[in-house]
């Protein structure tokens, strides 16, 4: 297995610094215990509320909903023994000089009668806010769960002049759920691990035996695993083998050749648990009968320190305050300039896989992304920093793309975003297995 190899090299040649070292399986604690975690965050991000109201200008936020049918913000201010809206839902916020001033602190309801909007009214009366903010935004996801038949019952109930003080500020969810607590790192940092020693097992002679295993085995595999593990995923785990023009989107045909002596692996994976998602991508190569690590393909070991480099132009690009769309031309300026070539789809990850805030790129859209692409790039955030390098493997006379992806949290002294884990740097190998056979002479 690619670590543990790694860290015997190491000793003995010391060769360039590696962050990582051989990932284990974190076990999670009992689930009472995780949701005494889990609230403890949830406290930490409702606190902060106030001065993100503060900070944008406006004076109140609004979020109702039905069971059901909640706003995208509610799953990141709800509890952990919260597994819906009940009844009628409804908070309201308000900016931190009004709760300061006149004491407007946070309120909610949960009552499916219509007295929920008179004693809304006085609370509003009271406070006074000059712009409340809904979840109307047409484009935004996190931005837009305010419900059409909600928001006309709202505006029917409060009356014009509430109504009029209603303002769709795409921002306020967006970094609101985008933003990670700090005390939230140690444990994803863990759940990566665990991720990351997924793939390490999944990626080893002890799943995957050339010439009879194929991709849809490991991706089973690893389905299994998480289940056994506690752990849950927010997608399907794809593994391919990779070949000229392997264009990663859908999963594997089923009935596809198992994988083989030579073959050149990737696996696009994460896993979930605590309410936060990873999403990681990893290479692996599958060394021959007889060769060993440095018997890969020049080639081939190429193509990952090329896409190595594009995840360092990616990190030192992003600049707190630039629009994603300014951090891809940024990036894909840096990669042609160093005669490179390749694609950027980065983006937030954390409450969802694909979170709240802006991208950097998508998929084949790689001279912007509207409206998403536009946002600017907010700090205390986590980003999957996703990728592939195009390159040209002589070996196998064919350009191949090495896909990576590892996720990146925002280091607030260095000013910089680092690794939560780590990141690939050597691929997995599948070892042949060993004839047992032959060294039966010594016992
Ligand atoms: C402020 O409002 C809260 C909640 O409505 C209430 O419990 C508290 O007593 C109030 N504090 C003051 C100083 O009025
Ligand atoms: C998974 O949860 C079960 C039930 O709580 C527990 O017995 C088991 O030890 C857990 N497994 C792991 C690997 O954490
Ligand atoms: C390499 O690939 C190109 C284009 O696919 C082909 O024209 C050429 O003959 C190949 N070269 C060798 C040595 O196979």
């Known amino acids: 297995m690619l670590l543990r190899k790694f860290i015997a090299i190491l000793s003995f040649f010391a060769p360039r610094v590696v962050s990582t070292k051989k990932p284990e399986y974190q076990h999670l604690p009992p689930l009472r215990e995780q949701a005494k975690i889990q609230d403890s965050w949830r406290q930490e991000r409702l606190d902060s509320v106030p001065a993100l109201l503060e900070k944008h200008g406006v004076d109140a936020w609004l979020l109702s909903q039905k069971e059901y049918a909640e706003d995208t913000a509610f799953w990141s201010m709800k509890q952990a023994v919260q597994f819906s809206a009940r009844r009628r839902t409804t908070y309201i916020f308000f900016a931190e000089h009004l709760v300061e001033s006149k004491n407007c602190t946070f309120q909610s309801w949960i009552d499916i009668t219509p007295a929920v909007w008179t004693e809304l009214e006085h609370v509003l009366e009271a406070c006074n806010p000059k712009s409340i903010v809904v979840d109307t935004d047409p484009q935004i996801a996190f931005a837009s769960g305010l419900h059409a038949g909600e928001r006309d019952l709202i505006v029917g109930q409060l009356g014009p002049y509430w109504a009029d003080k209603l303002v769709n500020k795409p921002i306020v969810p967006v970094e609101y759920i985008g933003t990670m607590p700090k005390s939230r790192l140690g444990w994803y940092?863990?759940?990566?691990?665990?991720?990351?020693?997924?793939?390490?097992?999944?990626?080893?002679?002890?799943?995957?035996?050339?010439?009879?295993?194929?991709?849809?085995?490991?991706?089973?595999?690893?389905?299994?695993?998480?289940?056994?593990?506690?752990?849950?995923?927010?997608?399907?785990?794809?593994?391919?083998?990779?070949?000229?023009?392997?264009?990663?989107?859908?999963?594997?045909?089923?009935?596809?050749?198992?994988?083989?002596?030579?073959?050149?692996?990737?696996?696009?994976?994460?896993?979930?648990?605590?309410?936060?998602?990873?999403?990681?991508?990893?290479?692996?190569?599958?060394?021959?009968?007889?060769?060993?690590?440095?018997?890969?393909?020049?080639?081939?070991?190429?193509?990952?320190?090329?896409?190595?480099?594009?995840?360092?132009?990616?990190?030192?690009?992003?600049?707190?305050?630039?629009?994603?769309?300014?951090?891809?031309?940024?990036?894909?300026?840096?990669?042609?300039?160093?005669?490179?070539?390749?694609?950027?789809?980065?983006?937030?990850?954390?409450?969802?896989?694909?979170?709240?805030?802006?991208?950097i790129g998508m998929a084949f859209l790689q001279d912007g992304v509207t409206v998403l692409g536009d946002l600017p790039l907010l700090k205390n955030m986590w980003y999957s920093v996703e990728l592939y390098a195009e390159h040209y493997v002589p070996e196998k006379n064919a350009t191949l793309n090495f896909f990576l992806e590892e996720d990146v949290y925002w280091h607030d002294e260095k000013e910089s975003w680092e690794w939560v884990y780590g990141r690939q740097e050597r691929f997995h190998l599948i070892k042949p297995k060993e004839k047992k056979g032959l060294f039966r002479i010594q016992g």
Do not use: C
């Open 189 to 359: 940092r863990k759940i990566m691990e665990t991720a990351w020693a997924i793939i390490d097992e999944g990626f080893s002679e002890k799943v995957i035996t050339p010439g009879k295993t194929t991709t849809e085995d490991v991706e089973w595999w690893m389905r299994d695993k998480i289940q056994a593990l506690n752990y849950t995923t927010w997608f399907q785990p794809a593994v391919s083998i990779l070949g000229p023009q392997t264009v990663i989107g859908p999963p594997n045909t089923p009935g596809a050749r198992p994988i083989a002596y030579g073959d050149l692996l990737h696996v696009d994976f994460g896993v979930t648990a605590m309410g936060l998602n990873t999403d990681t991508q990893h290479l692996a190569y599958v060394l021959p009968p007889g060769d060993k690590e440095k018997d890969i393909p020049q080639g081939i070991i190429d193509g990952l320190k090329a896409g190595n480099r594009l995840q360092d132009l990616t990190r030192a690009n992003m600049k707190i305050g630039l629009s994603g769309n300014e951090i891809l031309k940024n990036i894909l300026d840096n990669v042609h300039a160093e005669g490179l070539e390749g694609q950027i789809y980065s983006h937030p990850i954390g409450d969802w896989g694909h979170a709240a805030g802006t991208l």
